[in-house]
């Protein structure tokens, strides 16, 4: 990053911006030359239509958001030709100081020039695209210098950013590329359904700050709602409006969404979750998942407290009265992981018509394939009385799902993608005597079989933190994406269970409505921004990380809070990945006025920086409105957020401690329908500069 200032240019203009051209952008360009000069625009142009297609839209919004006024465009107007103004200065001379001293509170028509190498076709081009981009910006217009048209997108809203409150233009030149490749986020659309606009409001506002993946874990164990017409049977696990019809996206939405995003640079990648959170498949034969709505779902046979059994359990120095993990067989209902041990076949024949028909609707080369948290208690190959498996549990099991896997995803020409427990193959988490030890890892013994190209999403980094990075780089692979739960894990907040591993001593809200998981910090924009994943790396280490993903689980997330879930922190992502710089003096000013310009010019309900994750209501996942009585949602866990807190032996219980068992997964959701949670289009605020 570079700031330069024209000191030349500054002493002739009377109307210097407020502040450095640097404080108005984000995220932060490579570099920014400062004019210290605005100049008050009335109209624009673009006599040759050289930006047609490149948004330029989003400078006209942006002026008109911040003046409540239109830029009317000169050149296409019908009628008289604008008034020629007398420009002094040729842009290509802006540095020197101009030869005559000119009225800058003129408002000026600004001619827009576009010089672009290439243009995209099709959104699989995205992949690996030269988003570089340089902008000229003086008082008679800008010029757009890009490789492609996915950087001169970038050029024009970095453009609209130097609009200051009062309609002026920030006079800078910016020369600017991404730190990294790979800048994503993930939108869960299973646990609660999203509509394709909501989707699309996320993919604007990503795009806004310059991030270029949205990773759409499009299904679970709690529903499928893609309308997949090979199978109608999956339309048992949809949830449904109020109307009854069922929430679910066409192919036709899908493609609507993957052009929306293509248009803004961003590459839709679409997770297949596989073989884990799979109950959804049984709808089309029960013998395609194991252990289906299996209850309790969190313990083997409901035996009391058999979540809390002394063994040694846990992990590290974490070893408590708590087997996580452990005896579950999920870890949320409805249970059910695709067969992949007793129906290999069929499984994969499921798998081979989901990559190549539902998979096709997506352009991208990239198919994530999930492969979180399988549990191998599923496939019967861990005895009920056995706290933890084997850490070789998997050894039959996963390679030969993989090979057929790998070989699918060969056959439709999709690179593969998934969670690290793929990678997993020399952690110390197997190491008996290493102090991270984890009693409930089991390796998939599928290292060599996947290939080394795989882009590998690092989430679980609970014990292990950045030494995954180390191990998984170390067994070859090169394509890493950060994703660490403990910072870019947008969902946790004082009210979500499971981000720290003490989730069960839960205290009272103060008000009494539900509990909050005392160390179950907020993962505030300054915790994400933060966070670097290279820090302490290897070179090895840190070159193999190509990016990061912000990702948003939707169990707590309804169409209401979804955009104060996202926004503002998803900018602070945005600016971590793209600019890669430390956190300053200015840096919450700058992120403060890109949140304004969300609001106002995306109408996304961003929170402001403050807000710290705190609902007034604990939210579950839409699943339980059908689900509140059911064995499938029966839990033996600690208690969860908003049901009556009670110890052990019954009593009523306050303060930090134990709940009662057995328990209800779903039936704090009887007092609320997911279907009452709307989007409501955000108040416009004022912008601070
Ligand atoms: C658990 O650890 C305690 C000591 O901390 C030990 O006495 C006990 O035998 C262990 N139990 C199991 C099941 O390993
Ligand atoms: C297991 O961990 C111990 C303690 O850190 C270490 O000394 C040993 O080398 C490890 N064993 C293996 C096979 O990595
Ligand atoms: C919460 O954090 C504090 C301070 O970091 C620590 O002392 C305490 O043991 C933690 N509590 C739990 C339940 O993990
Ligand atoms: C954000 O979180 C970090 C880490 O938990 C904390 O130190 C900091 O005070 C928080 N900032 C705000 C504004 O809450
Ligand atoms: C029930 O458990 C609570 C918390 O452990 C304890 O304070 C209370 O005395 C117990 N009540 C009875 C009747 O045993």
């Known amino acids: 990053m570079q700031f330069t200032s024209l000191v030349a240019a500054a002493s002739v203009a009377s109307f210097v911006a407020a502040l450095p051209a640097s404080h108005y952008l984000w995220p932060m360009p490579s570099s920014v030359t400062d004019k210290n000069a605005v100049q008050a625009i009335k109209s624009w142009s673009d006599p040759t239509a050289s930006c047609s297609g490149l948004n330029i839209d989003a400078f006209i919004n942006s002026y008109k958001a911040k003046t409540g006024k239109d830029l009317p465009r000169s050149d296409a107007a019908p009628g008289p030709n604008p008034t020629q103004v007398y420009v002094p200065n040729p842009p290509t001379c802006s540095p020197v100081a101009p030869k005559y001293k000119r009225d800058y509170s003129q408002p000026l028509d600004f001619q827009i020039k576009c010089d672009v190498k290439t243009k995209l076709s099709k959104a699989a081009e995205l992949a690996g695209v030269d988003e570089s981009y340089s902008l000229e910006v003086t008082a008679t217009g800008a010029t757009i210098t890009a490789n492609t048209d996915v950087g001169a997108k970038y050029a024009i809203q970095s453009l609209s950013q130097l609009i200051t409150k009062d309609g002026q233009v920030v006079l800078a030149s910016i020369k600017d590329a991404p730190s990294y490749p790979f800048r994503g986020f993930m939108l869960d659309t299973a646990r609660n359904f999203f509509t394709v606009d909501d989707i699309k409001r996320v993919i604007d506002g990503l795009a806004a700050t310059k991030m270029n993946v949205f990773h759409w874990h499009i299904y679970d164990s709690q529903s499928f709602p893609i309308k997949w017409d090979t199978y109608p049977q999956l339309d048992a696990v949809k949830f449904k409006n109020d109307d009854g019809s069922l929430k679910q996206y066409s192919k036709d939405d899908v493609k609507d969404v993957v052009s929306y995003a293509f248009a803004r640079g961003v590459r839709v990648i679409p997770e297949f979750e596989l073989p884990g959170h799979n109950a959804v498949f049984a709808a089309i034969d029960a013998k395609l998942v194991a252990s289906n709505n299996h209850s309790p ?12 059994m002394p063994a040694n359990t846990s992990i590290g120095d974490n070893s408590g009265p708590t087997v996580w993990w452990g005896r579950h067989y999920c870890n949320q209902p409805p249970c059910g992981q695709l067969d992949i041990a007793n129906n ?56 030969a799902f993989e090979k057929k896997l790998v070989d699918i995803l060969a056959k439709y020409n999709k690179q593969m993608a998934a969670w690290d427990e793929v990678a997993w193959d020399n952690v110390p988490s197997y190491n008996t005597s290493h102090p991270k030890y984890d009693a409930n890892a089991v390796s998939y013994n599928s290292v060599d079989l996947i290939p080394k190209d795989t882009i590998v999403t690092v989430w679980d980094q609970f014990y292990l933190g950045s030494e995954l990075y180390e191990k998984i780089a170390a067994n070859g692979f090169t394509n890493i994406i950060a994703s660490h739960n403990n910072y870019w894990y947008f969902d946790c907040s004082p009210g979500v269970k499971w981000c720290t591993q003490a989730f069960e001593q839960g205290a009272r ?42 990702a ?9 809070n979804l955009d104060r879930f996202v926004f503002p922190r998803a900018g602070a992502l945005g600016e971590r990945l793209w600019s890669n710089i430390k956190k ?39 699943w339980c409105d059908f689900n509140l009585d059911t064995p499938a949602q029966k839990t033996v866990e600690w208690g969860f957020p908003g049901q009556p807190v009670k110890s052990g032996n019954g009593s009523d219980f306050e303060g930090n401690g134990y709940v009662s068992i057995p328990n209800d997964y779903c039936k704090i959701a009887g007092t609320y329908k997911t279907n009452a949670f709307t989007y409501t289009s955000p108040q416009a605020i004022a912008y601070d500069f």
């Open 552 to 560: 948003l689980w939707s169990e707590t997330i309804k169409r209401h």
């Open 509 to 550: 809200d103060k008000s009494g409505e539900y509990i909050l998981y005392p160390n179950h910090t907020w993962h505030n924009w300054t915790t994400v921004y933060n966070y670097d994943p290279k820090d302490g790396l290897s070179k090895t280490a840190a070159s193999a990380i190509k990016g990061g993903l912000g």
């Open 584 to 622: 300053d003096a200015n840096t919450e000013a700058r992120l403060n006025r890109f949140r304004q310009s969300l609001v106002n010019e995306h109408k996304i309900a961003s929170a402001d920086l403050e807000f710290l994750g705190r609902e007034k209501t604990v939210y579950r996942t839409e």
């Open 344 to 399: 290999l076949d069929a499984a994969a024949n499921l798998v081979d018509q989901l990559v190549g028909e539902v998979g096709g609707w997506f352009e991208d080369p990239v198919i994530h394939v999930g492969h979180d948290e399988i549990n191998p208690r599923v496939y019967g190959v861990v005895k009920d009385t056995d706290d933890h498996p084997s850490h070789r549990a998997f050894d039959k099991i996963m390679p």
């Open 297 to 308: 779902w969190d313990c083997s046979s409901g035996i009391p407290y058999c979540n809390a």
